[in-house]
């Protein structure tokens, strides 16, 4: 792999390498721990959330939706927030590796935002009879899946090696990432002139039942560990396609008269 | 500092007589603003109902719009001669530089905002030119150009560039819009809430300014 | 440590660029000493524009150093660029405004004091000061590259990076780029170029690029041995690679 693009500096010894080699070796572990780790936790989720997880009274088994609703919006504000540290981290050290890693953490984002956007209408359809109901998180998230979008928009109008776009996306990214409270607080505002009675009644944490809860948490724990799973793969292929431009480029190059 | 004040001081004289020079951008934009304002008339038949909670939306949206295409346009010219390499190699941190436009599109759009709020003020019989409402307007306005400006010197690599920077610089601004147009249908008597929507507008415009001015040298590194 | 009595203006050590993976400058070492004039040869593609590039501060290198009228170029100082001027590939020039404008304009940004004295000046030097209220657009090409080269001294830098100075000037304009720049005594100039014919007229030394490597370099003044211990000195001939 290329060196990072540094000054020449003499290598320094000491805990900053001793904690990149730790780190180097848990990350080395990864294909034998997360895929088994998931697929334990997802299994747990889903018979949790089919089987242990009560009826709720109200909403029946649509209710039970919330097990894959609210975990995802936690995931995709992880992966967001991997794409804000990636992005300072390649303005930072201007080393390409963190654009890969920004470009996998702001797929799978979108990919859950995407999700959380669904799984937000299928289960305010039957009750609501619209698909769309204007909820002030679900308004929140249908806008960050709108700047992530656009992040990987202008980030795919030029090829994975350019070092200005991925500059101008990194800055796009933390801006959009920065922006996320003043949206959400913007948008609930903007939402309480007009209240809407809840209708994610099964997100209201005391009143929920211990079993509720459990699995609740399980299901966090599963989409958290899939996140996980999903940015590394989408990384890597970001990575490999980097590499795979720059030889393509170095053999054009030698092949150039 | 005073070569700083200098410099920014002369990037924006500069800018506004290309403005003026080049009228030809920024009188489409206005143009465009115009026209989206009478469309919006018939779709909405302003001419007949009663104009007021409409009004807001109307009017920020149009300046959203306007502005965004404006303030990407103006940068284009730069990056098509080559003179923003030239303005790098001043002997001024790139943040003066950023400074330096911000403000002159900002003095330009606000022109063509005043103008705009007297155009509606006559169609709609609306009095818009209060003192509260331009308060607002610029307030607006500098929280959207900060913004804006950013992004369109991102833009000079972009291909698709037109129809990226609203998409890009739109979603970032939905807080500033909403606030702006809460606010403004405040000031004309419009229940708006009890949400403090100028103070929120102030707070955008403070956020975007810094954030921009903080990134812009990032962006102009190659 | 005994002090070189010359001042070393433009020094570079294995400054390096990359885009992509791909070196287009690789590890260029360069001492240029004060008041030298170095003709920066190569084919098309071989790094020069590139190299400049980064000794402008317009682009960054991924690797190594280098130092300018003293300043450390990796501190990104706007005090070093108030020393260098630049003559770049494109004129650079704001097509709708004056040659009076464009300068007047660069001169305030550029912090100099007697604005309009000093453009004055230069307009009748490069003989623009009768046309000095039409746009630039309505010039050519020779007359943009005039003021171009009015506009990269109008601040009386004392390092001068230039990229083809010559192209579209005629016979009285080269004698005016001879007299402003590449023979006035005092300023250094690194200046790419394709006309070998001139070089002997202006230059005291080549430095040669070939696919982004230094391969000949007769300008760098070697560091004294005296004041390091690894002998820094550049061989005449290097290999290719």
Redesign the interface.
């Known amino acids: 792999m290329s060196a990072p693009g540094h000054a020449i500096d003499p290598p320094r010894r000491g805990p900053r390498d001793a904690l990149s080699a730790l780190l180097a070796r848990v990350y080395a572990l990864r294909w034998d721990v997360l895929p088994p780790l998931t697929g334990v936790a997802m299994m747990a989720m889903i018979v949790g959330a089919l089987i242990v997880a009560p009826r709720e009274l109200i909403e029946g088994e649509l209710q039970r939706i919330m097990y894959i609703h609210v975990p995802s919006a936690n995931a995709f504000y992880l992966a967001f927030f991997i794409v804000f540290v990636a992005s300072l981290l390649l303005l930072w050290t201007r080393d390409m590796r963190w654009d890969a890693v920004a470009r996998g953490a702001a797929t799978v984002g979108v990919l859950f935002t995407g999700l959380t956007l669904a799984t937000g209408a299928i289960w305010g359809k039957p009750i609501w009879g619209v698909w769309w109901t204007w909820d002030a998180r679900l308004t929140s998230t249908l806008i960050l899946f709108l700047i992530y979008s656009g992040y990987l928009l202008a980030r795919s109008t030029s090829d994975v090696n350019d070092e200005q776009t991925a500059r101008f996306s990194a800055v796009y990214a933390i801006l959009g990432f920065l922006d996320i409270p003043i949206i959400i607080m913007s948008v609930r505002w903007w939402r309480t002139l007009h209240p809407q009675p809840i209708v994610f009644r099964g997100l209201e944490r005391p009143a929920m039942p211990m079993e509720m809860f459990v699995v609740l948490l399980t299901g966090m724990a599963a989409i958290l560990l899939l996140t996980l799973w999903f940015i590394v793969l989408r990384t890597e292929a970001e990575r490999l396609a980097q590499r795979t431009e720059s030889l393509r480029a170095a053999i054009d190059r030698r092949e150039a008269p | 500092m005073v070569g700083d004040v200098n410099a920014a001081l002369a990037v924006v004289l500069k800018d506004l007589r290309l403005t003026w020079r080049d009228r030809a951008g920024w009188l489409s934009a206005a143009s465009f603003a115009a026209i989206s304002v009478l469309i919006y008339s018939f779709a909405f038949d302003l001419a007949t109902s009663d104009v007021r909670p409409l009004l807001p939306g109307v009017l920020w949206v149009t300046f959203l719009f306007a502005g965004v295409i404006a303030s990407g346009q103006s940068f284009q010219r730069e990056s098509e001669q080559g003179t923003f390499d030239a303005l790098l190699l001043a002997p001024v941190s790139p943040s003066v530089l950023y400074f330096g436009k911000v403000v002159s599109n900002l003095i330009a759009l606000l022109v063509m905002e005043v103008a705009l709020l007297l155009l509606a003020t006559i169609l709609f019989d609306t009095m818009l030119i209060t003192a509260e409402l331009v308060l607002i307007v610029v307030i607006g306005t500098i929280g959207y150009v900060s913004l804006t400006t950013l992004l369109s010197t991102m833009g000079s690599r972009l291909r698709s560039r037109t129809m990226l920077l609203p998409v890009l610089a739109l979603p970032l601004l939905v807080p500033m819009l909403i606030a702006a147009v809460r606010a403004t249908g405040a000031s004309l008597g419009e229940p708006s809430g009890s949400a403090p929507w100028t103070l929120l507008l102030v707070v955008f415009a403070l956020w975007s300014a810094a954030g921009a001015a903080l990134l812009f040298p990032s962006v102009v590194e190659r | 440590m005994s002090e070189s009595a010359i001042e070393i203006a433009i020094e570079t050590t294995?400054l390096t660029k990359?885009?992509?993976?791909?070196s287009v400058v690789r590890a260029v070492s360069i001492r240029l000493p004060q008041g030298s004039k170095t003709a920066l040869l190569g084919a098309n593609g071989a790094g020069k524009t590139t190299l400049l590039?980064m000794l402008?501060?317009?682009?960054?290198?991924?690797?190594?150093?280098a130092r300018i009228a003293g300043f450390r170029l990796?501190d990104n100082h706007?005090?070093?660029?108030?020393r260098?001027g630049?003559l770049?590939h494109?004129?650079?020039?704001?097509?709708?405004?004056t040659p009076l404008?464009n300068l007047a304009?660069?001169a305030?940004?550029?912090?100099v004091e007697d604005r309009e004295a000093r453009c004055e000046e230069l307009l009748r030097l490069v003989g623009l000061w009768l046309r000095r209220h039409e746009?630039v657009a309505v010039l050519s090409r020779g007359y943009h590259q005039r003021l171009a080269l009015a506009?990269a001294i109008v601040?009386r830098p004392d390092v001068l990076l230039l990229d083809e100075p010559e192209t579209g000037l005629d016979g009285e304009a080269v004698a005016l780029l001879d007299e402003l720049v590449l023979c006035a005594p005092g300023l250094t100039v690194l200046a790419a170029t394709h006309r070998h014919d001139r070089i002997g007229e202006w230059a005291g030394g080549t430095v040669v690029l070939e696919r982004g490597a230094v391969v000949e370099d007769t300008a760098s003044r070697p560091v004294e041995p005296a004041a390091t211990d690894e002998a820094a000195t550049p061989e005449p001939a290097w290999s290719a690679t």
């Open positions: 294995a990359r885009y992509a993976g791909l590039g402008t501060t317009l682009i960054t290198p991924s690797e190594g150093e990796a706007a005090a070093m660029r108030r260098i630049v770049a494109s004129p650079m020039l704001y097509e709708e405004l404008e304009f660069f305030r940004l550029y912090g746009p506009r601040h």
